[in-house]
């Protein structure tokens, strides 16, 4: 299988896949090595027994399969020694790690063996520590190993003054909310379908090694300049356009990369990868950037994460967080409908923080509830403001983003409907906008809750719509109102055939569905005309306006109000 190729024809180790019959499915090249069969007559037997692991004289294994394979299916994985006879009757020992996989979009239920070559002694402690040195989930290479190849790669570069190095700290997004939704099993099985996307951009020499949990290291040999690096992080990117199937969802998946380049005083495996991670980790504080490179000290180092954390709950009581306002707009008109509310901090020594610098704090520490309750409260009253000061704001609504730990608060309702009372704005002039994950994580328990909260004309938006889990299952059973593509969704969509198909299947899912659907991302006229070609009513974008603060928003809603 294609999946299968793409995955494992780089790995050094002989990889085999069985079917739960324990019919042959694939053997890589090394397999075929190893088993002293380097022609491939691995994949077909002709004579034997169809899709035999291989022939009974060639070794024991596939005799004593059944008591293996039963183990692997339960989910059990297997550390397994096996002595194997080749067919040069050549006496040698084999390890063999054997995990159990699920691909739903291939409904294919099989066996992955994982082979290498030990030293002969059953019980030799070599053995476990060859077999510890493998993430066998992903049949990916481990920290350990991968830090001499890094190792070798930075000497040979040293030596020969040739090329360079590049080093890319991936990290996925959402794999710990699918484990949290679906399930480990879920998660696993995700996770394979990732690291097949990632392998299939790399080059033969590349390696992709697993750190653990959701983060991947790729190491780039002869890599000459820095956009040679840029180039392969942006087709890591690419590889995630397409939404995943998990459980019948389509799950987006997004990337945070890190990239470091290796340089003349950099000898040292661990500098690199220390680099890389920081890049990685300052990419993930700003959204929307697909990349960081490291280029000396970086502006979020651990000590200034625990200040803004220890910052965080004082700067609300103190009033050092400020709202500014993105106008959203009708696309045929250009006429502006409502404004997205944006929370800023202004940090008394860093300035203007946004969000993507502290809200990850801020949701760790559970200061995202109050925050979440200001923010609500603070764009409400300004809304109120400008409808009784400025008459073309009369008809605004204020968009604002709710986390799930507010809809997880038994007193969410009652709080909405208090700040409704103080601050005097018609329900009908709200809209809250939450992820999709919100949905999904608490999916008995939020329908009643969203139904409370639309029962007082509140509209409910779902934000981002097409980067976590856009079921039409979930869309049909909840009531929202409209949809908020995500702007990763216009990018090339003029020469993605892939992603103007989703773009257009997204609007039509709205449309079938009674929902309103807003572009988000509108940066130029060529986004805007893939938007009105698209037919969708309303977006937001650079191209109308970047967040205001509030006077500049209020000179914006005058100039309206005067040429009206």
């Given amino acids: 299988m294609d999946i299968f190729k793409s995955l494992f024809d780089r ?86 790690t054997s995990q159990a996989f699920h691909l739903p979009s291939l409904d294919f239920h099989g066996v992955l063996l994982l082979m290498h070559e030990v030293n002969p002694s059953p019980d030799s402690d070599d053995l476990r520590s060859s077999l510890a040195s493998r993430d066998v989930l992903a049949s990916l290479i481990n920290r350990s190993i991968l830090m001499d190849r890094i190792q070798q790669a930075l000497q040979q570069d040293h030596q020969t003054q040739q090329g360079g190095i590049a080093i890319l700290c991936v990290d996925i997004t959402r794999l710990k909310t699918v484990n949290d939704a679906f399930g480990y099993l879920a998660g696993d099985r995700l996770l394979v379908e990732i690291v097949a996307r990632l392998s299939s951009s790399l080059r033969p020499k590349d390696v992709i090694a697993r750190l653990g949990g959701d983060e991947f290291i790729v190491l780039l040999e002869d890599i000459e300049t820095e956009a040679a690096a840029i180039a392969m992080a942006e087709a890591l990117h690419a590889q995630m356009a397409t939404p995943f199937v998990i459980n019948g969802c389509e799950i987006g998946i ?17 500098t690199l990868l220390r680099q890389a991670d920081r890049a990685m980790t300052e990419a993930k504080c700003h959204f929307g950037e697909r990349y960081r490179i490291f280029a000396g000290e970086l502006t979020t180092s651990p000590e200034d994460t625990l200040h803004l954390e220890m910052s965080l709950k004082q700067a609300i009581e103190k009033g050092e967080m400020y709202l500014e306002y993105q106008p959203m707009v009708l696309v045929r008109m250009q006429e502006i409908i409502g404004v997205e509310s944006l929370v800023r901090w202004q940090h008394p020594e860093q300035g203007s923080l946004s969000p993507g610098q502290f809200i990850n704090i801020a949701e760790r520490t559970g200061l995202i509830i109050p925050l979440g309750w200001w923010v609500l409260e603070e764009s409400c009253r300004q809304l109120k403001e400008w409808q009784e000061t400025i008459p073309q704001a009369q008809n605004l609504f204020v968009s604002v983003n709710m986390s799930s730990q507010q809809f997880a608060q038994p007193d969410v309702l009652d709080r909405i409907k208090a700040i409704l009372q103080r601050t005097r704005l018609s329900p009908q002039s709200l809209k809250i906008e939450m992820t999709e994950s919100v949905l999904i994580n608490n999916s008995e328990s939020i329908i009643e809750i969203l139904a409370a909260i639309r029962d007082l004309g509140i509209r409910l938006s779902v934000d981002d719509f097409g980067t976590g889990y856009s079921s039409l299952s979930y869309l049909h059973r909840f009531p929202v109102d409209t949809l908020k593509i995500d702007r990763s969704f216009l990018e090339n969509a003029d020469s993605d055939y892939e992603k103007l198909e989703i773009l257009q299947s997204v609007v039509r899912l709205a449309w079938n569905l009674g929902l309103e659907v807003v572009a988000e991302g509108i940066e130029t006229p060529k986004h805007l005309a893939q938007v009105q070609a698209l037919r969708c009513e309303s977006g937001q974008g650079f191209l109308f306006s970047r967040p205001l603060n509030k006077t500049a928003m209020e000179a914006i809603l005058q100039s309206q109000a005067t040429a009206s």
């Fill in 11 to 96: 790995c050094c180790d002989a990889v085999v896949i069985v079917n739960e019959q324990a019919e042959l499915i694939y053997a890589n090249l090394a397999a075929c090595q190893l088993l002293d069969d380097p022609s491939g007559v691995l994949t077909a037997m002709p004579g034997q027994d169809e899709g035999q692991l291989w022939e009974k004289q060639q070794g024991r294994l596939i005799e004593q399969s059944g008591s293996l394979l039963q183990a692997v299916l339960a989910h059990e994985p297997v550390l397994h020694q096996e002595f194997l006879l080749q067919r040069s009757h050549t006496a040698t020992w084999l390890a063999v």
């Fill in 254 to 270: 997004g990337l945070n990369i890190g990239i470091s380049l290796s340089r003349a005083q950099i000898l040292d495996a661990d």
